[in-house]
Nanobody, 115 residues
Framework: QVQLVESGGGLVQAGGSLRLSCASSVRIFSINTMGWYRQAPGKQRNLVATITSGGSTNYADSVKGRFTISRDNAKNTVYLEMNSLKPEDTAVYYC?????????WGQGTQVTVSS
């Protein structure tokens, strides 16, 4: 069982920045892929960014150049640095841990960007 706890969400004005953190209960170096997803009201959950155990990253087109995903294996924590935030970035952001045979989610953290 992997427990993921997100933090760092909040209310920010358009153009501002936030950094989300996802703390894992297990060593993240053993997890194939860590990721961030988001879900806006009435919409499906979509990928924001992922990072593999080898450090390869992948981003949704809508956040490329503005968001950066990183991982600190020593702290068992994954981060999402979000810059130049837009109102359309408003959503609940979820952390995900994925390896062969399992897929775990955090409880989510709300990000609200005001115009």
């Amino acid at each position: 069982q992997v427990q993921l706890v997100e933090s760092g969400g909040g209310l920010v004005q358009a153009g501002g920045s936030l950094r989300l953190s996802c703390a894992s209960s297990v060593r993240i170096f053993s997890i194939n892929t860590m990721g961030w997803y988001r879900q806006a009201p009435g919409k499906q959950r979509n990928l924001v960014a992922t990072i593999t155990s080898g450090g390869s990253t992948n981003y949704a087109d809508s956040v490329k150049g503005r968001f950066t995903i990183s991982r600190d294996n020593a702290k068992n924590t994954v981060y999402l640095e979000m810059n130049s935030l837009k109102p359309e970035d408003t959503a609940v952001y979820y952390c995900n841990a994925h390896s062969v045979g399992y897929d775990f989610w955090g409880q989510g953290t709300q990000v609200t960007v005001s115009s």
